[in-house]
């Protein structure tokens, strides 16, 4: 069942508005700005009990697809989309009008990890029980959904990984295939959690893990999330999904070296915070 269009006459969903971002400074160049407090918690219309964020950055080509392919419902529960456009200077927005999907705009480029955030806080404030990322880039299959989301409904997870290395990748960089296996390794060394895809974007949770686990990374949250709930105590699982060749446009991460340097300090970072605070 896909996500049900607008009827004539019928009136667009509220929009979650545009964030300003009012008084926080630009650091020099070159220097990280640490991720301002985007939500400030304004009403939120109520949710679905089941809600996909997605975080879209210039995604124009590939978004409309995407929030295609999302189904109505999944695991006999209602689903619905929420996307954070991340500054984009093309049509993301207006395309995700269209669709007919909850739109929450920022006013500049403030990283994956902050749109995803501000995604969080919109899906629990509408009251959401569960939460499930996707990229905008369509690599992730919305199809496939219920395998990733069943086990937290289920109550048998409370954090459910989309794993491409349990299940198949389209893609043919392997430089960053390779890169999935070793960082899998890391955190497996770090945590003793047997995980094997640490940076899918495809992801099922109960939304009270995004509340509970601390995060602050502006761009590299997959592994944080996960690390900090291993820590936390919530249950982890895996299932099999195929990651997609993007269906438009280039990646966001940009060189292979410096992205796996990055990511790969993040879980160190964040595996010295965390064990520090259990």
Known sequence: MAIRRRLAGEHAPPEFGIDHLDGVPTPPSGQPRR????????????????????????????????????PGEACGLAVEAIVVDDG?????????????VRVHTLARNEGHGVALRTGYALARDGGAQYIVTLDADGQWNPAEMECVLQPVVDGEADFVIGSRVLGATETDDGFRQAGVHVYARLVRLLTGARVTDTSSGFRAMRAEVTATVRQTQVQYQTSELLIGAIFAGYRIAERPIVMRKRLAGTSKKGHNLLYGARYARVILRTWWRERGRS
């Open 35 to 70: 991720a301002p407090e985007i939500y400030h918690g304004a009403p939120v219309p109520p949710l679905a009990p089941v809600a996909v964020v997605i975080a879209a950055l210039n995604e124009e080509a590939c978004l409309g697809d995407v929030l295609a392919e999302i």
């Open 88 to 100: 984009s200077t093309d049509r993301t927005t207006q395309v995700a009008r269209a669709a007919g």
